[in-house]
């Protein structure tokens, strides 16, 4: 990733953190490290763009981050992975948080 690359996903990881108010989406619990899962994963056209990154307690192994991962059927029906496959994109899908499902956008939102 070129500096400008880096610098752009930072200010996307920030915002994140801010959309999602330190807690985990999954857990809905406060964090204070967490990481940035890519529900659409990284390959596809714009993978850092707000409505295709979630906030995550753990890592792509551990806590939140890996039950995503682990759980793929799961995850797709509560919105924390959306397909590559199709027409489907991140905005196209809501994501489960707590009992209601909300669409992301692309641009920062407060909770």
Known sequence: MNAKSRAH???QRELVYA????RCVVCLKPITAGSVHHRQGRGGPDPHRLSNL???CGSGTT???GRIHANPAWSYD???MVRRHGVLRPEDVPVRYGDVMVHLT???EPR
């Not at 959309?19 to 330190?22: C, K, S």
Request: charged share 20%.
């Open 9 to 11: 996903y930072d200010k």
């Open 19 to 22: 959309r999602e108010q330190g």
């Open 54 to 56: 979630l906030l995550t």
């Open 63 to 65: 806590g939140c981050h």
């Open 78 to 80: 509560n919105g924390f």
């Open 106 to 108: 692309n641009s920062w």
